[in-house]
Every structure is written in structure tokens, then in C-alpha cells.
């Protein structure tokens, strides 16, 4: 049986993930699930955002299910990214029927995601500040073999995103790596900006897209508010024998505690874990479960619905149960 740790996290974290859980739950008998603070909430009442306890337990886990974490989040979601080698972040962004979008996408974004600038490696010396920026030829490898099997799965397209002409070094070399990686596929590659202005312009040019960490950080952000919001968007964090999944979308304070956060992110960031776990029925039906409960105007406001986030998740989950 899996072992499953999961972390509700700051700000919406805690409502979005119950709403997933009744979802998780209804193919609950394959998981060993515990549950962990981490996060603003964890720091404020043991002093640090990262317990001993709930370290021991990812520590344990065969995956993690996460919802965002507000300020500490560098001390939590980077930490579980670096220490378990989660290298390849996966953001798939498509329309979903029925949600008013800015326009058609279906693409999916494979960010290298423990490298580049969140190394944490940050200096102040006297009036300078300095931020290093890292690609390792085996990092950025590993990371295109990842987009590379996607692709195979998809068009076989895909872009790498960078900003070689201004960081020639470490952007360039991350492009020639992915290059070589890549071969035999249909390849372009795209600044980073020109990516940003492509994504809004002619979304449907792209359809798998690896980026370095910080411009996939931005882009998918971007990308996911062009499907139709925030709320819709899902991640997964994989590495080679462990992962976490996320919704895209961070603690949003704005509006926690409103019960109006949409939990369909974090729902199909459920899907993508099923799917990661081998379980491609549950992911399926996960999804179609989402589709139905939108087309029955079973939603969130932030696209155009007035039920709130646990019903929401309870009729999903009724869906499929
Ligand atoms: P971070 O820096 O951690 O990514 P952020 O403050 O930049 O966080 P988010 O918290 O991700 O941004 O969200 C930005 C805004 O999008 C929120 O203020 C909220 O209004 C909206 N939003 C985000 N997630 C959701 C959601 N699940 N449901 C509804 N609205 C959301």
C-alpha cells in the first residue's frame, strides 16, 4: 500500500486540499494517508515551518499531496522539491469545457525545478546583494529526458524557453544541453519574453514547453490565467522514485477563509498523482468528474458559479464515488 502524507498548508491550502480529499478518499483503500503541518500555520505554533515530525513523515511518504504555503514557502515546498530530488515540475494547461478562457491552450509545461536561481544561494556583501544562478548538465539532462517523454506522448514539439542572448553562459547552456537531449523531436527555442507575449498572442504554438525553473515559475502563472484561472491550474513535482503534487496556485490570503477558493486545482492535482501512481482509471475518472460537476454549474465564483469550495468538492467526489 502507498504511503501518503498530506500537507493542507497556509491561506486556502487548508480548504482546497479537504475538498480533494473527499476526492482521494473515494480511492482511499489503495493509500496509507497521515496528514502534517507545514507552513505560516507550523512556524507560528512550533517556530519553524518544516517540524521534525512532519519532515520524518515525507521522510516515509512515497508521495506528497500539498496545498500552498504562504511566506515560508521557500523553506517548505523548495525543501521538499531539493531534498527529495523532485527535478522535473509538470504543469499541464488546457481549457476546460464551459470555463471562459482568454483563449484555446493545450500545452504542458515541464519546469526544471531544483536548480537555477532557488538554489537559495543569496549574499549581501556590503552595499551589493548577489543570487546565483545554477544549470548542471546532469540536471538540465534529466529535466529534458522528462519533456522528452512527454512529447513522445503528445506531437512530438517541443520549446525551450531561456534567455541566452542576456545570459549566455548558464542559459545557453542549459539550451545546448536540452538541445542534444532532445534530438530526433521537433525542436524550437523561444526567449523568455517573447514566450510570455506568444502565450497570450498564439497559445496553441505550443505544446510542450521546457523552461528553467524561475521563467516556468512566471510562465505558468501566465499561461494558467490564459486557460481560465488560477483555481483550474495542477502540478506535479517528480523525481525518480518519489513526487508531489500541487495545486499551481499559491495561498491566495485574499480570499481564505471565504470558503469561495476553487478546488478543482487542487482536484486535478490529484488526478496527476493518481495517474503518477499508476492509477490511470482514477485520474480519468477524476477529470470527467471535474468536466460534469462545471457543465452542472457546480462552481466556484472565480468562474462564474456560487457554490463554495467544499461543495464543490463534495459533488465532484459524489461523481466518482
Ligand atoms: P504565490 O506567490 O505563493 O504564488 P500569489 O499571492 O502570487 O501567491 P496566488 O495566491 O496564487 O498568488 O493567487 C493570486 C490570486 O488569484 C489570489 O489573490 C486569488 O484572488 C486568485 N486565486 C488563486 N488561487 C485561487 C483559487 N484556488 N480559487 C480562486 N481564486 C484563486
Redesign the pocket.
Known sequence: MRKLLVIPGD??GPE?VEAAMYVIKAFGSELEIKVAEAGDVALNKYGTAMPPETLRLADLADVIFKG?I?ES?FDVTSLIRSRYVLYANIRPVKNLPSVPAVRSIDCVFVRENVEDVYIGAEYRVGDVAIALKIATEKGTRRVARVARKYAEERKRKVTIVHKANVLRVVDGFFRDVAMEELKGLEVDQMYVDAAAMELVRNPTRFDVVLTPNQYGDILT?LAAQVAG???LAPSGNIGDDKAMFE?V???????AGKG????I?AILSAAMMFEWMGMKNAAESIRRAVERAIEAGVK?P?IGGHHNTREVGKYIASLIS
Do not use: E
Open positions: 491561506g486556502i482546497v500552498p504562504g514557502a502563472d484561472g488560477l483555481g495545486p496556485h499559491g495561498a491566495a490570503f485574499d480570499i469561495i477558493a476553487n478546488p486545482a466556484t472565480d
